[in-house]
Structure formats: structure tokens, C-alpha cells
Nanobody
Framework: DVQLVEYGGGLVQAGGSLRLSCAAN????????IGWFRQAPGKERETVSC????????YYADSVKGRFTISSDKAKSLVYLQMNSLKPEDTAEYHC???????????WGRGTQVTVSS
């Protein structure tokens, strides 16, 4: 099984930046998609971004377009989510996941908390 661990969350002021990392014991980049999700208390889980290199697909939620960037480092089995111009509404627990496509994820990390103060 693929094991995922997220890190890089924390407390930041509005307008600041954070870079989340997702480390995996194995990332089949060429055939699988890697996504970032977030869930705030009392809200539904939201797909923030997804990268499917094999299909040439990169997805961003409208709420983060132009501010967040997903990238990967195959050699290090890492996937990043660079988050700039953070807003209080970005506060949530962020999870990474991988699966056969951007609509199907089989393995999930436990999450890392991002808190943006106003």
C-alpha cells in the first residue's frame, strides 16, 4: 500500500505563504493522480488541487486559482502545495491522496492543519 504523510502546516497571517509537502513511500507518478483536499469544521471536504501527470491534467478549485500551485518531485517522492496570498477562509485541515484519477483516490494521508489569522 501507499503511505502518505503531510507536513508543512501551521499558523500564518493573512497574505502570507505556506508550502505543504506530501511524502510517500512510493509514488507511481506516471499512472496515478495526486490530490490535495481540505476540510474545515462544519464544512464538506473540498478538492483543492489535483495533478495527474499521466493524463496531463492539473486541476485547481476556483477558490485557490492563481494563489496555489501543485508540483511534484519524482526523485524524492514528494508532492507540494505552494499556498500564497493566504486568506482566513483557507483555514482547514489539508490532506493529500493518491489514486488512479482525479475523481478516485485510494490512499490518504492523515492531514496537516493550516490556520490563517486575519
Amino acid at each position: 500500500d501507499v503511505q502518505l504523510v503531510e507536513y508543512g502546516g501551521g499558523l500564518v497571517q493573512a497574505g502570507g505563504s505556506l508550502r505543504l509537502s506530501c511524502a510517500a513511500n512510493a509514488f507511481p507518478f506516471d499512472h496515478y493522480a495526486i490530490g490535495w483536499f481540505r476540510q474545515a469544521p462544519g464544512k464538506e471536504r473540498e478538492t483543492v488541487s489535483c495533478l495527474n501527470g499521466g493524463a496531463g491534467v492539473t486541476y485547481y478549485a476556483d477558490s485557490v486559482k492563481g494563489r496555489f500551485t501543485i508540483s511534484s518531485d519524482k526523485a524524492k517522492s514528494l508532492v507540494y502545495l505552494q499556498m500564497n496570498s493566504l486568506k482566513p477562509e483557507d483555514t482547514a485541515e489539508y490532506h493529500c491522496a493518491t489514486g488512479p484519477g482525479c475523481l478516485e483516490f485510494d490512499f490518504w494521508g492523515r492531514g496537516t492543519q493550516v490556520t490563517v489569522s486575519s
